[in-house]
């Protein structure tokens, strides 16, 4: 078999747009699974730089699991971006130290947890994914959309703020494909399955 080297930064010849993203990541606090994908209209540089308020004192990490289609102009906004909500004033007067560096004292910013994107998600172009969300495996996220809020597997969410538009499959279907986890398997397998991976008979994926 002659399957994609998943280490490999740009697996189309002569395209230096599109990445495995793994293979170009630097920030400890951002990981990726194999065969995920960035595209970026300009430099696959930019996805880092689309990693906003990403903070190493806040300690949150983005994490982005295998086989992931990422549009350019995708924005990640992180946990460093949150200001006080449950205050009489949002603004973080302790930042400008001087007689104001005791502003925070007993107090924190909220922080909403790790960003998690299933395996097998496409973000469309120039969507937003708001601090602390969990997009569930088999997930689109439509161009444009700002999602605020968790994401079921197998379903396409649009808007701003992104809303459910459907379920990719019917809840017996997503059950199973959750079973099966078909990125996990050996590659050889996946090899095997690429025409019943692409195609919507479950009941025709083999071992």
Known sequence: ??????????????YSRLCFLKNI???????????????????????????????????????????????????????GANHLTRSLSSYPFAIFGKDWQNAMEGKVYPVKG?????????IGFNATIMPGIRIGDGAVIAANATVVKDVDP????????????????SDEEITKLLEIK???????????NLKNLTGNNIDLISD
């Open 154 to 169: 197998y379903s396409i969410v649009g808007g701003n703020p992104a809303k459910e538009l459907r379920k990719r499959f």
């Open 114 to 122: 790790d960003t998690i994107i299933g395996n097998d998600v496409w």
């Open 1 to 14: 078999m002659n399957i994609p080297d998943k280490d490999e930064v740009f697996p189309l010849p002569g």
């Open 25 to 79: 990541i630097k920030n400890p606090n951002i990981e990726v699974g194999d065969y995920t994908y960035y595209d970026d209209f300009e430099d696959v540089a930019n996805f880092e730089k689309n990693v906003k308020y990403h903070f190493d004192f806040v300690g949150d990490k983005l994490i982005i699991g295998k086989f992931c289609m990422i549009a350019s102009g995708v924005t990640f906004i992180m946990n």
């Open 182 to 192: 078909w990125w996990d398997w050996e590659l050889e397998k996946i090899t095997k």
